[in-house]
């Protein structure tokens, strides 16, 4: 019976493992590639998201050309407005969805009424521009020779593949997608079929000793009645001759050891076929893990596009803090202009010019705060597809644990974002809950209504505020727990009029005056219908002589000769300080009062008083 089984095992394992290997022999390729054809020389190629998403799956992505080989990926829209000026070539699918490439060459950009010499110079083809490091792109790779990059691009998102935005891009372009061909039973049949065969084997095995057992040495009774019990068989037991006597069962042993080698055969074929197998031979056993749901903010359905995305705003972030730095290390406000704009940039332009001919032990010496490059805990993008366009961030020093804030702006699809704001953040301060990086926010119109006070009027009320305190008409619209710039303005307020008075109480006067600075404000709604906008404060501080025999004196302000050039006047002196505030406006229907976020304080300028204007007669 035995051999029976060990027959039906051996069916069994021959059917499994053929089987298997004919799932594994007949499941098609693994993968599928298209070819991009390139048929004319263009500085640019532009490969669509719905050519990259036209399989399911991961893309791989292969270009190849002699030299140097560029890739970025970013979003379509983006793509296409850095390409305006440019000719390339784009790759898309036609209705049957066939892969097909088109020239687009630039549109000339012209006036009415201009003349004939400009309008062919408007007609011209721009200067080709390199994109290797735009703040459009989500990410880059460059590789000479060959590159080859594992993408999953979504279908709003493209490929844009150059050389450096002179030579033509390469060529020969290919994409692959895996075709998601499995044997998920492959494996087990395998596995299965040698198991089936170890178990024949056994049984196979069981039955020749059952059968050799049967047909060994019987008893036969003896000639006189007398028996030969406890008589061995020749084959199992045999005495060999010597000098010592020893019984050996050299024949069994040897028996028992070629059995155990037949064994271990199966066994090494079943760790091959396991080991071999890949991930693709086996079935997924168990349910998908359903995600935990959270709390979700959806975007409007008229709002546009978030201007950066979470990891695009850290990587800007970080180069800008690495562009300032080595430009407040080498004092050149030129290299600062390439990410500082606005007031952001006109403080540092002074700092710089103070510090490169004051000691630096002078008192009032402007403070090159760097910007944090690292730990963004804050990303709010304007929802914004056209340009300008600008975004939020606060970081937090790894170092001091202090919070800045600061604003950037893009002008253009060719420009580099610059901060335009940056403040330091009040160790106690809360800001109010906004939307995530990737739902974004829209700016508030100037003369919005739906504020408590509109973004146009928020700098020239909060100077106001300043010079008046709770005499102003709009103290009671902003908070003053937590305002840290109107306590430090009347701090040192009060010390300069007293460091002043000790010496020029009787032949001049001294004054202080805020308005609103000239810079526009920047404003990004909250959840909560208010509005987070940075408006920016000018301080005047005004000496004038009071007696027409007196001078007013710089001598031991060496910061005051430096910018006015002067020593001393008959008329007096104006030095200007620039502030950077930021604040939280709620909208009218949730009421209550403005609070104070952050500021900066640096001054700007110094000059000397004019002339007083001599009366008509």
Known sequence: ????????????????????????????????????????????VLVDGEVLNQHDGAQTFRAQREGAIYAAYARTTDLEAWLARSDYLHVTLDADGEIVSEAV????????????ENADAAEAPPAPTSPAGSDLWLDEFQQDDVLVTSLQLPEDASLLIAADGTEPAPSDLSLTWPTGAKTPWSGPLIVGGIIMLVVGLVLYGLGLRRLRRSRGPRRKGLPGGQGSAGQESEDDLSIEAGDKGVITAGEKKGRLTQRRAILALPAIFAMVAVTGCSADAWPEFGSTPTPTPTETVIAPEDQQQPAVTQTQAERIVAEIADTVAEADQAL????AAERLTGPALAARETAYRLRDAVDADTPGLPVLKAIPAANVEIVLPEARDAWPRTFLAVIEDPDTKAATMLTAVQA???????VTYIADLGGDTQLPDVAPSYVGANSVPPDSPFLVLPPDQLATAYADVIDKGADSEYAELFAEDGDLLRAFVQANRTQQQELFNETGEETGVMEFSTAAGSQDPVSFTTVDSGAIIAVTIQESETVTSTNDEAVIKLTDNPIGQELTGKEESPRGFETNYLDQVFFFVPGQVQGGAIQFLGYSSDILSASELDAPEEDEE
Not at 105 to 116: C, F, L, N
Not at 412 to 418: A, F, I, L, V
Request: aromatic share 8%.
């Open 1 to 44: 019976m035995r051999f029976v089984w060990a027959v039906v095992a051996f069916v069994l394992a021959t059917v499994m493992i053929g089987a298997g290997i004919a799932q594994r022999t007949m499941q098609g390729p693994r993968t599928e590639t298209s070819t991009i054809e390139v048929p004319v020389d263009v500085p640019y």
């Open 105 to 116: 060459s630039p549109e000339p950009v012209a006036t009415d009424g201009e003349s004939e």
């Open 412 to 418: 253009d699809p060719w420009s580099e974002y610059k």
């Open 332 to 335: 050149d406000p030129d290299l």
